[in-house]
């Protein structure tokens, strides 16, 4: 029997960063600044911070880096993709792995293809339920605009909103004109990303979508996804075959394709947890979890994949054994398509939050 003797939650360390805050609020639109990465005024001076960057010689993508002095995260403007969702503590069990998401080591970032890892935005349809050529749509290969940040330092906030809009091109797969709105902002150990879609046309129209976001795993076999238990899902890998999930906690060790439907009435209350276990023994025995709890908000459905051995090989921007590291899962409207009439919009958003349990026990 293991007897637990600590349970140090990452909160302790974030109420003190947040006493020594000042009362600052700034906005500010993003003509303002110089493409230098990490060098912009806001930077030098707050905790909090937007500051964009430019394109350099490995990477041509241009995009935004928000910072609360405790979480960093970085969104390219292309696709307004989340690359990266990083802790900036000390905390040692962070030292091996401060990211919470996974980004592969081979995806391209030239835009000329999505993003392999992140938070793709996958709109105006999800895989191939709809007329574009694009599997998951259009958005994430679309430049979007960065059309500005607000910061808060009293509740270590730091937000970016992206915009983008239809065009002659899009028109052609999707025939409506539409606007897209996508915030992105950390608060503390939190990451929110809200998609804003307004129906511009005449006509209404349907779309499904997700925000397919890549959970980084130390390792795959021991990461546990929870809060599905007794919901029924669909099996991409099974022609759609029906099944009710039976497990309390869904691991891994096969390739995993499903789309899960949430209860609607539950929702917005429950959570999902991405549970990555990092064992240590340093002369006692630790548990030291790192999870990221999920909240949605009109996005219902849940997709949980991941590609095992034949399909990372198959996938050219993605590395054969990264399969071992990443869990996609996706918040999203697939099972009920969403109606938007004329005028009118619809906002669907995820908030993750960094959960670090550093447990230690004795024999
Ligand atoms: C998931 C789908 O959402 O995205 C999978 O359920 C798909 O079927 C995966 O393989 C990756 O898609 P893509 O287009 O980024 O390779």
């Known amino acids: 029997m293991f007897e637990e003797k600590q349970i140090q939650p990452l909160h302790f360390n974030l109420r003190h960063i947040s006493q020594q805050s000042q009362r600052i609020t700034h906005k500010h639109t993003p003509h303002t600044h110089t493409h230098d990465t990490m060098g912009g005024p806001l930077k030098s001076k707050t905790l909090c911070s937007c500051v964009p960057f430019g394109p350099k010689q490995e990477v041509s993508l241009e995009g935004v880096i928000l910072s609360n002095s405790q979480f960093e995260c970085k969104i390219y403007t292309f696709g307004a993709h989340v690359a990266s969702w990083r802790s900036l503590s000390d905390l040692e069990v962070f030292k091996t792995k401060p990211e919470f998401l996974f980004l592969s080591q081979k995806a391209i970032l030239d835009g000329t293809k999505p993003i392999r890892g992140g938070i793709p935005i996958c709109f105006p349809q999800f895989g191939k339920l709809g007329a574009c050529t694009n599997q998951h749509g259009f958005a994430r290969n679309s430049t979007w605009e960065f059309v500005g940040s607000e910061v808060d330092e009293e509740k270590l906030l730091a937000k970016a909103t992206f915009t983008t809009s239809s ?13 897209l ?17 307004i129906n511009e046309d005449e006509k209404a129209f349907e779309f499904t ?51 899960y439907r949430r209860n609607v009435a539950l929702v917005d209350k429950e959570r999902l947890e991405i549970i990555d276990r990092v064992w240590e023994d340093k002369g006692v025995l630790s548990q030291h979890t790192r999870g990221v709890a999920m909240t949605t908000k009109n996005l219902n459905d849940a997709v949980v994949w991941n590609p095992w051995i034949d399909k990372a090989k198959s996938m050219g921007d993605f590395g054969d054994e990264e399969y071992k590291e990443m869990v996609c899962v996706e918040a999203a409207a697939i099972d009920e398509p969403v109606k938007v009439k004329p005028g009118a919009s619809w906002i669907g958003e995820q908030t993750l939050e960094a959960v670090i349990n550093l447990a230690h026990f004795s024999v």
């Open 167 to 179: 065009t002659e091109s899009t028109m052609k797969e999707f025939p409506y004109k539409f606007k």
């Open 209 to 259: 979508t997700a925000l397919h976001t890549y959970f980084g795993a130390k390792s795959i076999t021991d990461i546990a996804v929870k809060g599905l238990n007794g919901v029924r899902y669909t099996d991409s890998l099974e022609d759609g075959k029906k099944c009710v999930e039976g497990e309390e906690e869904i691991r891994f060790d096969k390739e995993v394709d499903r789309i």
């Open 181 to 197: 709105n996508y915030t992105v902002s950390i608060e503390k150990e939190f990451l929110n990303t809200k998609l804003e879609v």
